[in-house]
């Protein structure tokens, strides 16, 4: 049924709807994103909770894998297709997306404090992931199935230690309270009903994205590091305003770094294991590769920005939000203009 929309839409089938056409599902697709990602994270705590399983434990593990979903189904839906600038792409926008725009609204809006020794252990488990990812594009310029596989073991490896850590030190971590008490029943349809609108945005996206990029003559990298990047993200985005309406800001950071961390381990490799891809190349600066020279190093300056002052002070200052909003407007401008 999916496919038969899809073709649809792009024309497959002899039937062209056209860009408006195509503009009206990717829509939809970022609508079933954030719908799903929200009931399938409700679903999965509301069951977590009738088996009596520590809150800690569900906050380091189901919500935070939850939340990141739509990048998973985006970049593992692409890379299955063969579109692998959307499955690499994806990523790095998301990293980018979520602390240069998400994590700096709620930093510029609302500074607070942090706890540092926290913030810690998701800081250098980011830099370590995102090092080995920016040196697998550098020097070797492909992502083979064995890149994938160490990526997926550090999620694995990361998580475990976050719940140890949530485990021995549970003044350290911070959970979002559910508000309201699910039926074991009303859960499960969550769940089920959270996880199927994931894979229908996905596939909405991915497909109508490709054919829109391609339709204006836009690169797809572009695409997939702006737009695409920012639907996937949505779930986050709610999330840090929710957290900065009742005044926890903190949290909001914990969820950002959360998911960065997720992007690079858990979506690419995901993607990667799936079906590994050479580093895409549809963009040059000066002859060189724009992700390289361009992508890459803004990930690692906003990250800096964001998360280093508040590992040595234990604050999130006003200034930090206002330079990452900055960074992120000239960003976009660079990805269509540039």
């Avoid at 054919?211 to 990298?221: D, F, K, L, Q, S």
């Avoid at 549809?282 to 002859?287: H, S």
């Avoid at 998360?307 to 660079?334: E, H, M, N």
């Amino acid at each position: 049924m999916l496919e038969f929309v899809s073709n649809w839409v792009t024309g497959a089938d002899g039937l062209n709807l056209g860009l408006i056409g195509a503009i009206i599902l990717f829509i939809i697709g970022f609508a079933a994103l954030i719908k799903g990602g929200d009931w399938f994270v409700d679903g999965s705590v509301g069951i977590a909770k009738k088996f009596h399983l520590p809150e800690l434990l569900i906050g380091a593990t189901v919500v935070s894998i939850g939340t990141t979903l739509p990048e998973v189904m985006v970049s593992a839906t692409s890379a299955a297709k063969g579109v692998s600038s959307i499955a690499y792409g994806n990523a790095i926008g998301s990293v980018i997306c979520n602390t240069a725009l998400i994590a700096a609204l709620t930093v510029a809006i609302r500074p607070s404090l942090v706890n540092r020794k926290a913030l810690a252990i998701p800081v250098i488990s980011f830099f370590i992931a995102a090092f080995f990812y920016a040196g697998v594009a550098i020097f070797a310029r492909e992502f083979s199935r064995p890149v994938g596989i160490i990526l997926l073991a550090m999620f694995v490896i990361y998580m475990i230690i976050t719940v140890m850590q949530a485990i021995r030190h549970p003044d350290d971590a911070e959970t979002e309270e559910i508000e309201k008490q699910l039926s074991l029943f009303k859960s499960i349809v969550l769940l089920v009903l959270g996880a199927a609108l994931i894979a229908v945005g996905a596939n909405f996206l991915v497909d109508n994205g490709t054919y829109i990029a391609r339709a204006v003559g836009v690169p797809e990298t572009v695409i997939a590091l702006t737009f695409v990047a920012l639907g996937t993200s949505l779930p986050e985005l709610v999330t840090a305003i929710t957290s900065l309406v009742k005044g926890h800001g903190a949290l909001s950071l914990g969820n950002v770094i959360g998911a960065n961390i997720f992007n690079i381990v858990l979506v690419s490799g995901m993607a990667i294991t799936i079906k590994p891809f050479a580093l895409p190349a549809e963009k040059l600066i000066g002859g060189m590769n724009a992700s390289l020279v361009v992508d890459m190093p803004v990930m690692f300056l906003v990250m800096g920005i964001l998360t280093l002052p508040a590992v040595f002070s234990g604050k999130l200052k006003r200034w930090q939000g206002i330079a990452l909003l900055a960074i992120y407007i000239g960003f976009v401008v660079f990805q269509f203009v540039g």
